[in-house]
């Protein structure tokens, strides 16, 4: 009976707290879900790759589908650009997933690598296209070869012939005279023989801008995972804190007291921002130089957006912690305010997302973090490149801040 009273009890309570049964039936169907809808990948996903065409005339000759620039724009795959070199600046400015630079017998293909899935499909796309190609150049040589050998054969008899015919009026008068040629045309023919051609092999050089063909799966994530932890321990040690200070009463005390709302938003972030700061910085230079995170760029730059990134987290848990009573009600908005942000920063490939899910990765400050941090850590890029990624993380700790002045009016009328 004590035990059945037990249960009733804990059901009873868990009936009423809407939040908790949300997060135990509802969120782990919603996650799934949303995880269903990101893992499809359509099937009308482009990759962009530059042709430097420095074909001569060697191979000009050739029929088009002999052609391996001709086969790569008729690939669906890829949205062919035309370029002249394969230099970083060539590929960071016309947002190039590979150059390939194809001459007579030689495909030079220098990746951006920036993005290991689109490496590998670009790569088998072309290494299918080479076979392809090497097929159609071996088939139009073969067939000119046996053109040539027809034409010749075709002279030949002809000149036989008339051969033949000449000799036999001559052998009215000397019939050695037509054994002679007859047997010179059988020992032409005994000698003559046919050699299919020997076509040169194509041969593919790769080169990579970030990392090489062997990129471990870290460097690969770095941006995501860095930006990511960053985000989630300053939004949960931050969110817990201030949850704290409410349930105390520190909070209360400090509300009714002349001290403004902005003041009191300000005073928070600095403090919590000071060791936010701290952490970003320990998270960082641990990645870089203990763990061997490539970074191309300048690394203030990396230091900078992940700043950012730790100011929203602090934000956001500041602002959920003002409508949480307890610990626990704040861990429940974790699926919310984490797990989405987790799955739009880029940990899966955005570009293959439909539509609607791509406009809701816009929504996510971390798509804005992680996307700036690629292009610096992985492109090399600078400030012109990643100004609006920038901007926009500016606009939404501006917009957070304004956020929780409001929010404590409400707490505060409370």
Not at 393 to 404: C, K, Q, R, T
Request: charged share 15%; net charge positive; no cysteine.
């Amino acid at each position: 009976m004590r035990i059945q009273a037990i249960i009733k009890r804990i059901l009873l309570q868990r009936k009423g707290d809407k939040r908790s049964l949300a997060l135990l039936f509802v969120a782990p169907l919603l996650i799934l879900s949303l995880m269903y809808l990101l893992l499809q990948v359509p099937s009308n996903v482009n990759y962009r790759v530059g042709i430097d065409n420095q074909t001569t005339e060697t191979t000009k000759h050739l029929p088009a589908d002999a052609q391996l620039v001709t086969q790569l724009k008729k690939n669906d795959k890829l949205t062919i650009v035309k370029v002249e070199n394969s230099k970083r600046q060539t590929l960071n400015d016309k947002n190039l997933d590979a150059v390939i630079t194809v001459q007579d017998h030689k495909i030079d293909v220098t990746y951006t690598n920036t993005d290991t899935g689109k490496t590998q499909v670009i790569s088998s796309v072309l290494n299918g296209l080479v076979q392809l190609t090497q097929g159609k150049r071996t088939q139009a040589q073969i067939q000119k070869t046996v053109e040539n050998a027809v034409e010749q054969a075709q002279t030949a008899t002809q000149k036989a012939t008339q051969e033949l015919i000449d000799a036999a009026i001559k052998a009215g008068a000397n019939p050695q005279v037509l054994q002679n040629t007859l047997k010179k045309q059988a020992s032409s023919a005994e000698n003559s023989s046919f050699e299919l051609p020997k076509v040169q092999a194509m041969s593919i050089e790769s080169h990579y801008l970030y990392g090489t063909s062997k990129l471990n799966p870290f460097d690969n994530l770095a941006p995501v995972l860095v930006s990511f932890f960053v985000f989630f321990f300053v939004f949960l040690i931050s969110g817990i804190s201030l949850v704290n200070e409410r349930t105390s009463g520190t909070l209360t005390r400090m509300l009714v007291t002349p001290v403004k709302r902005s003041e009191i938003v300000a005073g928070y972030t600095v403090a919590y921002g000071f060791l936010a700061v701290v952490q970003t910085l320990l998270v960082l230079v641990w990645a870089k130089y203990v763990l061997q995170m490539k970074v191309v760029g300048h690394f203030g730059w990396v230091i900078l957006i992940n700043l950012l990134i730790a100011m929203i987290a602090l934000m956001i848990g500041l602002l959920l912690s003002a409508v949480s009573k307890t610990e626990f009600q704040f861990i429940q908005f974790v699926p919310i305010a984490i797990v989405p942000q987790f799955l739009f920063s880029g940990i899966i490939n955005v570009d293959t997302m439909s539509q609607p899910l791509q406009w809701l990765a816009h929504l996510m400050p971390l798509y804005y973090a992680v996307d700036a941090l690629v292009k610096v850590v992985k492109q090399g890029m600078g400030f012109s490149q990643i100004s609006f990624d920038l901007g926009v993380l500016f606009a939404i700790v501006l917009l957070l801040y304004m956020l929780n002045v409001v929010a404590l009016k409400a707490l505060r009328r409370t």
